[in-house]
Every structure is written in structure tokens, then in C-alpha cells.
């Protein structure tokens, strides 16, 4: 069974701009979770997807944001780009939104914001 | 709420050695609780999880935690290091609730294995 897919692996973007990451859950895995990686702030949760609804939300401002489409395929989006949204981005999926299932991850999206 | 302390940033241990990798959990529900490790330039791979049962929880590559709610503790250990134990390790604790599927983490723990 393929594992979790993202795409791109890198991304080089500007101050000010918007960027899309695409994830790809293992199939059958109907949530989907979004996590941000960085050296100062760890892992942080952003938002976990569930049969198109947004069931969790963690701290971050409104510029982040994110969807599922019916076949589970998950994005995230970052508007108006910060130096300070450079970082590993990190999407699992799961069986179901309960925490007793765990949660697979992807290899990440290396966004660097200049 | 749910937080996660992991004890040392660092731990350097001999290849052979016994590793040992502390955890301390903070939750108002009873935890789901989990070990992850990642590779450098990879994702998180899950070694073991705690949801109920057996309070001694065997996972792969040797790595066995154990569930000890008296001290809000969920060490990792292995009894004999290898150089390919060699990554950062996470220790992470997700809420008994439905539509709660979010995993708090510690700061990580990076183990290094000298020769």
C-alpha cells in the first residue's frame, strides 16, 4: 500500500506570496492532518480534515487554511507569505478523526520564504 | 490540554548501550500517547503507541515504552543501541475524543551513537 504523498517536496517562495501543498492520504485514510515543523517552535499542529470538514484547528492566523476533497486528497494554503512560515510541512493521515488511530506521515514540504 | 516534555534535547549514548529517552505527559482526559522517529530530510515514523491495555508497549526496531499514569510518564527504551538508532525522536499525546485526531509533541529528543 503507497504511503502518504506530498507534493512539491521544496518550494523557494517570495515575501508576499501565496503557496499550495498538496497531500495524498494512504488509501482508505479518511482524515487528513496538516503539522508545521520548524528548529524554534518544533511540531505544531495547523488542522486535521475529516470527509471534507475541518474538524480541528490549531493556533495559527487565518492566512493559513486548508481543504479535503471527496477523495481525501487534502490541501493548504499560505497567503501573503512571511520570512517566518519558512519550515517543514507536514501532512498525516488516518483512519478515522479519533486520536487512538495513528496518524502516517508524509515526507514533508520544505517551504523557504526569502 | 494536553502538553509533552521531553527530558534532554540531546542524548548521546555508546552503540550497545542501553537508550533511554524520557517523556513526561500533561492531559485532563486519559492520553493516547506515541513514539515517533525521523530521519534526517523525512517524515515521522511511528515506533510504538499506548492507547489501552498493556502498559508495556513493544514497537519496532527493538523499542519498547511504558505506560506509567502514577508518574505521567512514557519513557522509550532500548536495550541495546545501534548506529542506525541514529535520528530525532518525538513523543507525542492525542486526546480520548472524537473529532480530536491532534497530536501534541515534545520538543524532540535527537540521539546520537558513538562507535
Known amino acids: 500500500k503507497a504511503g502518504v504523498t506530498q507534493t512539491p517536496r521544496y518550494l523557494i517562495k517570495t515575501r508576499g506570496q501565496q503557496v499550495t501543498l498538496s497531500c495524498s492520504p494512504i488509501?482508505?485514510?479518511?482524515?487528513v492532518s496538516w503539522y508545521q515543523q520548524t528548529p524554534g517552535q518544533g511540531l505544531q499542529f495547523l488542522f486535521e480534515?475529516?470527509?471534507?470538514?475541518?474538524?480541528n484547528k490549531g493556533n495559527f492566523p487565518g492566512r493559513f487554511s486548508g481543504r479535503q476533497f471527496s477523495n481525501s486528497r487534502s490541501e493548504m494554503n499560505v497567503s501573503t507569505l512571511e520570512l517566518g512560515d519558512s519550515a517543514l510541512y507536514l501532512c498525516?493521515?488516518?483512519?478515522?478523526?479519533?486520536?487512538?488511530?495513528?496518524?502516517?506521515f508524509g515526507p514533508g514540504t520544505r517551504l523557504t520564504v526569502t | 490540554a494536553q502538553s509533552v516534555t521531553q527530558l534532554g534535547s540531546h542524548v548521546s549514548v555508546s552503540e550497545g548501550a542501553l537508550v533511554l529517552l524520557r517523556c513526561n505527559y500533561s492531559?485532563?482526559?486519559?492520553?493516547?500517547l506515541f513514539w515517533y522517529v525521523q530521519y534526517p530530510n523525512q517524515g515521522l515514523q511511528l515506533l510504538l503507541k499506548?492507547?489501552?491495555?498493556?502498559?508495556l508497549v513493544k514497537g519496532i526496531n527493538g523499542f519498547e515504552a511504558e505506560f506509567k499514569k502514577s508518574e505521567t510518564s512514557f519513557h522509550l527504551t532500548k536495550p541495546s543501541a545501534h548506529m542506525s538508532d541514529a535520528a530525532e525522536y518525538f513523543c507525542?499525546?492525542?486526546?480520548?475524543?472524537?473529532?480530536?485526531?491532534?497530536?501534541?509533541f515534545g520538543q524532540g529528543t535527537r540521539l546520537t551513537i558513538n562507535p
Open positions: 498525516a493521515s488516518s483512519l478515522a478523526s479519533t486520536g487512538r488511530y495513528e496518524q502516517y
Open positions: 480534515y475529516f470527509s471534507e470538514t475541518q474538524r
Open positions: 492531559s485532563s482526559v486519559p492520553p493516547y
Open positions: 488509501s482508505g485514510h479518511r482524515s
Open positions: 499506548y492507547t489501552t491495555g498493556a502498559t
Open positions: 507525542a499525546v492525542s486526546a480520548r475524543s472524537q473529532g480530536a485526531q491532534k497530536l501534541v
